[in-house]
């Protein structure tokens, strides 16, 4: 007999998509799966699982792993020290490279 699948909307604060798709089977089992989601206007994820919801500290977790997986992207390829995440990025436009 299948265990039941439960699904849930986790909202997406601080939640970097990258780590909860690498981090949700260790939480919840080798069956649980997440997907982006927007629920009632709120960006967030679906998770769904026959395993047990994320617990408060779980969340807590995978918003701390989110921070330092986003600050380690900001500091690819800058030499400074002060890291700003989301730091704004030009898009279409040129950037010049002196060189």
């Known amino acids: 007999m299948a265990a039941s699948q439960n699904s849930y909307f986790l909202p997406g604060f601080g939640i970097s998509r990258a780590v909860i798709q690498n981090e949700i089977r260790y939480h919840c089992g080798p069956d649980a799966i997440v997907r982006p989601y927007t629920h009632q206007g709120r960006d967030g ?11 408060k500290a779980q969340i807590q977790d995978l918003k701390d792993a989110s921070r330092e ?6 500091q690819r390829g800058e030499d400074d020290s002060d890291v700003f995440v989301n730091k704004p990025v ?9 060189g």
């Open 90 to 98: 030009p898009v279409g436009h040129r950037i010049r490279r002196s």
């Open 69 to 74: 997986y986003e600050e380690k992207q900001a």
């Open 45 to 55: 994820f679906l998770v769904t699982t026959s395993g047990p919801a994320l617990t």
